[in-house]
Each structure stands twice: as structure tokens, then as C-alpha cells.
């Protein structure tokens, strides 16, 4: 049973720092994706299974850094230079699958219970 633990988030200034943590049960290809309020689901960035590979939204590109400490599962997202339009609830996600578009939420079978980043301006 694969399973999601976050941990981090909270409440920041714009132009402030805020570090994201996800713990696995193994080791899978993982991601970030964020939600605000009536609407979709959206794409942060994403890890492979060994962590060679990342892939990030271009709003986030250069701000956010996605890691892997591979021996203890777990994933990290450093959040920088935080922007209001960052506030949203943070969902991790894994999956077990081969190949896909990373950047869909459907290729991930596996989600945290999300944690809420707040960027005041």
C-alpha cells in the first residue's frame, strides 16, 4: 500500500522561502501539483524514480527546486522567491507507471492530504 505523508507549508511574506516535504512508503516517480479553489488541479514539478530527471512548470522555473533523498523516500520542494499568485493547497503525488506525460494529474495514482502554502503580498 502506497502511501503520502506531507509535511511543511504555512505562511510566508512574498520574496520569502518555504521548503515542502513528502514521505513515501518506497521509491516511485513523484510530483508536486497545487489546487486553489474552483479550479483544476495544476502541475508544480516533477521527479523520477531515481531523481536524474526533473521537469517544472514554467511559472516556477527557477524558483522552485523538486529533490529526492532517495534512501529515506522522501521528496522535497524548495519553494523560493515566493509569489501571492503561489498560494494554494500543495499536493504530492506518485505513481507506480512506466512512461506518460508527467505533467498530467492522471498518471499519478498516489496523493498526500495536502498542505496549504499561503504568500501574503
Known amino acids: 500500500q502506497v502511501q503520502l505523508v506531507q509535511s511543511g507549508g504555512g505562511l510566508v511574506q512574498a520574496g520569502g522561502s518555504l521548503r515542502l516535504s513528502c514521505a513515501a512508503t518506497?521509491?516511485?516517480?513523484m510530483g508536486w501539483f497545487r489546487q486553489v479553489p474552483s479550479e483544476e488541479r495544476e502541475f508544480v514539478a516533477t521527479?523520477?524514480?531515481?531523481?536524474?530527471?526533473?521537469e517544472y512548470a514554467d511559472s516556477v522555473k527557477g524558483r522552485f527546486t523538486i529533490s529526492k533523498d532517495n534512501p529515506e523516500n522522501t521528496m522535497y520542494l524548495q519553494m523560493n522567491n515566493l509569489k501571492p499568485e503561489d498560494t494554494a493547497i500543495y499536493y504530492c503525488a506518485a505513481t507506480t507507471r512506466i512512461g506518460g506525460i508527467w505533467r498530467l494529474r492522471q498518471q499519478y495514482e498516489y496523493w498526500g492530504q495536502g498542505t496549504q502554502v499561503t504568500v501574503s503580498s
Open positions: 521527479i523520477s524514480w531515481a531523481g536524474a530527471s526533473t
Open positions: 518506497g521509491r516511485y516517480r
